[in-house]
């Protein structure tokens, strides 16, 4: 399958390279206003993958991107001194509709994967504006924040982090939802397993938990100025499950209609990704707390959203 990336910076050449050492594109190709950056970037890659797979890396225009089944969103712009978010937005928003425009009319039927952030709103604009079904632009979401709960799990209670079943839901931000009353290790709800194990989850666990998976972005900032390896280590992951038609459970960003009595808002719940894109949602059990924080989430992506001019 020929897999397109738009935005060759941090995120998008770092997933090309993760595409390309998985061997789960047939071909790559970057697109990037900058067409030399991209141009380094499909080189470099390429001298890597003879000791990799047999994917294939090119360059190029918007036409390269020609039958492409997945095309990976991951260009933006950063915000300036003295822009507003809602200003960056507004200006994130007019370069998704140029972007959008010209994927859409090389590869009318792709899966979009959303990378920007804010990933929900990008997620959102994106599926206004090119006018797929919901489930065919999927965003990033919080796959990240949940791999992180994951493995901070699995680390106080001894269990790798593959057999922990925990979620992180909502916006990929400051208002995420740990789904603690769900978790389980195995089969086992977490804080049964946790006090069989002689590893209760105190509040001040619960708390360094909360606290390194919500905050975890921001160390990697202030070390080295932007996360990338993590991201694009996920969308080459989300995209082995699209291309295998694997009907696996992720936590990612799709347009959803209702969210604890929020309308309409693109955010993170555990759904099924196939070849199809997102086909069905497995909305979690939740306490009367996380569902009220669910509803904060969504409601704080709806505001942002509606603030977007489109
Ligand atoms: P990140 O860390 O999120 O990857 P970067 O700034 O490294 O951020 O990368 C964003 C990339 O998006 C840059 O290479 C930039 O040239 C690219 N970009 C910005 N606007 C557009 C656009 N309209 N079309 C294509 N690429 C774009």
Known sequence: MKV??????????????ALGLRGVASEV???????????????????????????SIASGDYDRLRNAGIVI??????????????DLLGRNA???????????????????????????????ITQVISGLPAGRVIGSGTILDTARFRSLLGAHL???????????????????????SSARAGAVPIATFATQVGAPITESVRAEIDD????????????????????????????????????AVF????????????????????????REGVTADLYPELDAQERA???RSASVLRGLFESVPL
């Open 4 to 17: 397109g990336i738009v935005g060759a910076g941090m995120v998008g050449s770092a997933a090309a390279y």
């Open 29 to 55: 190709v970057l697109v990037d206003l900058d067409s030399a950056l991209a141009e380094a970037h499909a080189l470099d890659i390429a001298h890597a993958l003879p000791f990799a797979s047999g994917t």
């Open 73 to 86: 969103i991951a260009a933006g712009s950063a915000q300036r001194p003295g822009e507003t978010r809602t």
């Open 94 to 124: 007019a370069i998704f509709r140029d972007i959008i425009g010209e994927i859409m009319r090389v590869c009318p039927d792709v899966i979009l994967l959303v990378a920007s952030n804010p990933v929900d709103i990008m997620t959102q």
């Open 158 to 180: 001894h269990v790798s982090p593959r057999s922990i079943h925990a979620y992180v839901l909502g916006e990929h931000g400051d208002s995420q939802v740990l789904a603690w």
């Open 212 to 247: 390194r998976t919500r905050n975890a972005a921001y160390t990697i900032i202030r070390g080295k100025g932007s996360t990338y390896y993590g991201i694009a280590a996920g969308l080459a992951r989300l995209i082995g499950a699209i291309r295998q038609d694997e009907q």
């Open 251 to 274: 936590s990612v960003s799709i347009v959803t209609e209702n969210t604890e009595g929020v309308q309409d808002v693109a955010l993170s719940i555990p759904r099924i990704v196939g």
């Open 293 to 295: 924080a669910l509803h």
